[in-house]
């Protein structure tokens, strides 16, 4: 298998890792409240699942196996929180099952999702610098009203994505080796050589089905990876995803 290189924009979040640990930002459509409340049903859908290996050469190779175990734990620990909820309907929708007509929606939606990502992450909880006063004072943003064949008559839709880069087991040794070697200038104030390691970068968005109108969205930026393989670490990582979640 060819290694396959992470996607340039995830690539630029994480340059932000440098200054931060973990950095979980949510945002909400104060104008669409009473939609929100009035939420009594969310289709789960898993818009990315990328698991990554991290080789001890700094070379990512993306893992189809773990990805496609990955879409499934992203999808059950999300319907098994939600299910929790009193009078919250949960549905899924998975892409196996999808027609040819909603695979082309869902494909587009992916593609519009991280765009939209990539605006709220900049102009509404990215630097000040940045920051559009409008965004963040009129949180207006959407998916299309396209979505709604894809909510199959569920009042709003839950979009996941999440990429998670494991290194392997010789990545970390060498990690540690450079740590060791670099130590003494650290010590001594001088400017310590970093090696890329492990990292989660991750979002949930709740759209209104009707509109397409984003009501609410989550951005999470995290050194640590997060083992979405394993059904017990995906479920701890939803519960910190979705922590903020208004339905």
């Known amino acids: 298998m060819l290694p396959r290189p992470i996607p340039v924009v995830y ?7 440098a200054g931060c640990a973990t950095t979980p930002r949510s945002s909400a459509d104060a104008k669409r409240q009473e939609v929100i409340e009035n939420t009594s049903s969310v289709m ?9 290996r991290l080789t001890s050469g700094g070379v990512t190779e993306k893992v189809d196996e773990w990805c496609e175990q990955a879409e499934r734990n992203l999808r059950d620990a999300a319907v098994s929180l939600l299910s929790g909820k009193p009078m919250l309907v949960v549905k899924t929708y998975p892409e196996s099952m999808m027609s040819a007509a909603d695979r082309v929606n869902l494909n587009d939606t992916r593609a519009l999702a991280g765009a939209v990502v990539a605006s709220i992450r900049l102009h509404v909880s990215g630097a ?13 943003y959407s998916l299309g009203a396209e979505v709604k064949s894809l ?3 569920a009042d709003a839709l839950l979009f996941i994505s999440s990429i998670d880069v494991n290194p392997t087991a010789a990545r970390q040794a060498v990690q540690a080796g450079m740590l060791l070697v ?9 400017i310590p050589v970093v090696l890329p390691g492990e990292f989660n970068v991750s979002s949930a968005m709740l759209v209104e089905a009707e509109s397409g ?9 995290s050194r640590d990876a997060h083992d979405l393989t394993t059904p017990l670490k995906t479920t701890e990582f939803m519960e910190t995803l979705l922590r ?4």
């Open 182 to 190: 670099t130590l003494p200038t650290i010590l001594f104030g001088g």
């Open 151 to 153: 909510a199959r008559g």
């Open 244 to 247: 903020q979640l208004p339905i």
């Open 128 to 140: 000040v610098a940045q920051q559009f006063y409008d965004k963040i004072e009129n949180f207006d």
């Open 11 to 17: 690539l630029a979040f994480f340059c932000l890792l």
């Open 44 to 52: 789960v859908i898993v818009l990315q699942s990328d698991v990554y």
């Open 213 to 221: 109108a984003v009501l609410w969205h989550k951005f999470y930026l």
